[in-house]
């Protein structure tokens, strides 16, 4: 596990990379991974910036912005090692239909959202052939 199970020290990282980004300073290569999800969700800087021990429960209609990144973060780590086997052509081919490898990783945390959500749900390891075939029908 990338960032360990403590939320504060997974939103201290993210707060860290992106501050080390903004002064132009070297970054790990995981930080220059965070730093880029950062860049293009402007909608969350402030987030980044403010008070990290803030809650965003679905109950109050917020979206979790660290949440949000990290899913992207998964994404990316799924496509660059094709695990689950196929992702990275359906990725490609999502990308280049949409015109945008963002958008496609949107489309594609919705449904690593809803399988995530089955497993802890039926507390069972995530059904990779269930989440392949959701984004296959993208």
Known sequence: ?????????????????????????????LEAQIAAVIAEHPEYHGAITGDLDQDFGVEGGKTNPFLHMGMHLGIREQVATNRPDGIATIFRNLAQKSGDAHRAEHAMIDCLAETLWEAQKQNHPPDEAQYIERLRRL
């Open 1 to 29: 596990m990338i960032f360990g199970q403590n939320r504060n020290e997974m939103r201290k990282m993210y707060a860290d990379a992106w501050q080390k980004h903004c002064d132009d300073l070297a970054l790990s290569p």
